[in-house]
């Protein structure tokens, strides 16, 4: 640390089995800074399931970064590299070793006296357009975010157009622009890209929403779902994470898995939920104002115009029952809203998403769909 430059950013990187993790170190050092300092925290991990040639790797890429960090280390930007071996469980995944570099930042950053300080995720396959620090500086400052979801690309532009993996790359990444633009749609109001490499909270963020999830997978939205509702959050679209195309068993679902299985059985596609089941959302969302401190039958009448299947799942689910409560707790429309939300969260959207799939609607090829959703959210 160095009384000069005050360290406003953490930037923290699980590192598991990764033989490159140095591209992401050497693409961070070449990003445009400005007087504050950033300090890189890199959990190289491994678990007791781990194997021994994986621990030999995990010894070989944390001994490559201590090295390095002695020659880069400046009193504005520092590379801190901590090995963290058999962790327990059954499982592997980046839940677990995220958690431990974020709740590292979280605590020094309480330590400077700075909540402030930003926490930003990132992976070790990735690298970075060279506006990335001081652009996230910037979005947070301006506009006194609490989090933020960050831009992202697969780079895959170099690799032929009939290279599978290239084809695999852009399908999944039209499914991931798919399902948040759908959310968009039906008036969500954090309608936000859940992505492990690409977000960013205050210190002060991250320890109200209680810290990560220790997940094998998913991690990010689990915790993301919690962190929106605290205060502003904003999608920075000027700069940019570019995680690698590339088949990965790291984790049981993701950008890796679902590469590999359309590698594998050769089909590259990737199915989703039907713009009809979102048009669906939209209908009751559209009706929530009209719950508002409204006698319970006539909430019940305005459910009868919405589709048999949304009717069972609201009943399954209790659904006046909810709003009876959030009525009981809420003097305002501003609050009743936003109580709502706190019900009707993303990951009841994907338990309704799932029971109305198969029926009445199958999963659909995100290609069909796609240009059916853009064509509704038309100005």
């Known amino acids: 640390m160095t009384e000069k430059f005050k360290v406003e950013m953490r930037i923290v990187i699980p590192c598991y089995n990764e033989p490159e993790v140095m591209n992401v170190i050497y693409s961070l050092l070449d990003c445009e800074r400005e007087n504050f300092a ?26 490559e970064l201590i090295a390095f960090a002695e020659s880069l280390n400046t009193p504005d930007f520092y590379l801190t590299a901590l090995l963290v071996e058999d962790i327990p469980g059954h499982q592997t995944g980046a839940g677990l070793p995220r958690k431990i570099g974020m709740d590292e930042a979280a605590q020094r950053f309480k330590k400077e006296e700075n909540l402030s ?7 070790a396959d990735c690298t970075v357009a060279s506006n990335y620090l001081t652009e996230i500086y910037r979005h947070f400052k301006q506009y006194k975010l609490k989090s933020a979801t960050i831009e992202f690309h697969h ?17 999944y ?36 929403a209680g810290g ?8 990010d939205f689990y915790f993301l779902q919690k962190v929106f509702l605290l205060g502003k959050t904003q999608f920075i679209a000027t700069t940019c994470v570019y995680p690698a195309p590339r088949i990965s068993d790291r984790v049981p679902f993701g950008t890796g898995p679902a590469i590999g299985k359309m590698i594998e059985t050769q089909q590259i596609q990737k199915l989703s939920y039907q713009v009809a089941a979102f048009t ?13 401190k409204q006698p319970l039958e006539k909430t019940e009448k305005e459910l009868y115009s919405l589709s048999p299947t949304l009717q069972t799942f609201l009943q399954d689910d209790h659904f006046l029952l909810k709003i009876k409560e959030i009525n009981a707790h809420t003097a305002s429309l501003t609050a009743f809203r936003k109580r709502f939300f706190t019900y009707f969260t ?13 029926y009445p609607y199958e999963l659909s090829d995100v290609k069909k769909q796609y240009p059916i959703l853009k064509q509704l959210l038309l100005p």
Do not use: C, W
């Not at 950033?38 to 001994?63: A, D, F, H, P, Q």
């Not at 032929?160 to 399908?171: G, L, P």
């Not at 990560?212 to 991690?219: I, V």
């Not at 009841?348 to 109305?356: C, P």
């Open 155 to 171: 780079p895959i532009e170099h690799l032929d157009k009939e290279n599978e993996m290239r084809k695999a790359s852009e399908v």
């Open 117 to 123: 300080g930003i926490i930003v995720s990132l992976d």
């Open 346 to 358: 993303a990951f009841k959207i994907l338990k309704y998403l799932n029971f109305v799939h198969p």
């Open 280 to 292: 669906e959302l939209k209908l009751l969302f559209a009706k929530m104002d009209g719950f508002f």
């Open 212 to 219: 990560m999830g220790k997940q094998q997978a998913g991690e």
């Open 38 to 63: 950033v300090e890189i925290l890199v959990i190289v991990n491994s678990y007791l399931l781990s194997t021994e040639s994986i621990r030999m790797l995990n010894r070989k890429s944390y001994n």
């Open 173 to 208: 990444e039209e499914y991931l622009r798919y399902y948040r633009s759908a959310l968009e749609y039906t008036g969500y109001p954090y309608a936000y890209y859940t992505i492990g490499s690409a977000f960013a909270v205050t210190a002060t963020s991250y320890l109200q």
